[in-house]
């Protein structure tokens, strides 16, 4: 079983994003959250499928889509890092400053 953690940033960004979409309905928060989990365990069993932004940032990270979100996470970390989960319409670069 491969093995993922999330950044407190990064959890704390999973939980508005519940948060949020359960404000329009409960079962697609729970749809929206169960595959944001799905696609963290399959990042950390193959690390290497995500892609990298060059647009966004210079930094070794990837990048993994699931619905509307980025997940940023690092592929060398041993368990796998999730750095930050995205909308894709914010100003993701200068998210990506901050962290």
């Known amino acids: 079983m491969s093995r993922y953690q ?6 704390s960004q999973v939980d508005e994003i519940g948060d949020f979409v359960a404000e329009e309905s409960v079962d697609a928060a729970l749809r929206v959250l169960d595959a944001l989990e799905d696609a963290f365990r399959r990042l950390a069993e193959m690390p290497e499928i995500g892609h990298l932004r060059e647009d966004l940032t210079d930094r070794p990270v990837k990048f993994w889509s699931v619905f509307s979100y980025l997940i ?11 750095l930050a989960v995205l909308h894709g ?11």
């Open 72 to 82: 940023v996470y690092d592929p060398a970390s041993r368990p796998l890092t999730v």
């Open 89 to 99: 319409a914010r100003d993701v670069a200068n998210r990506l400053e901050k962290l």
């Open 6 to 11: 999330l950044t407190s940033e990064a959890r």
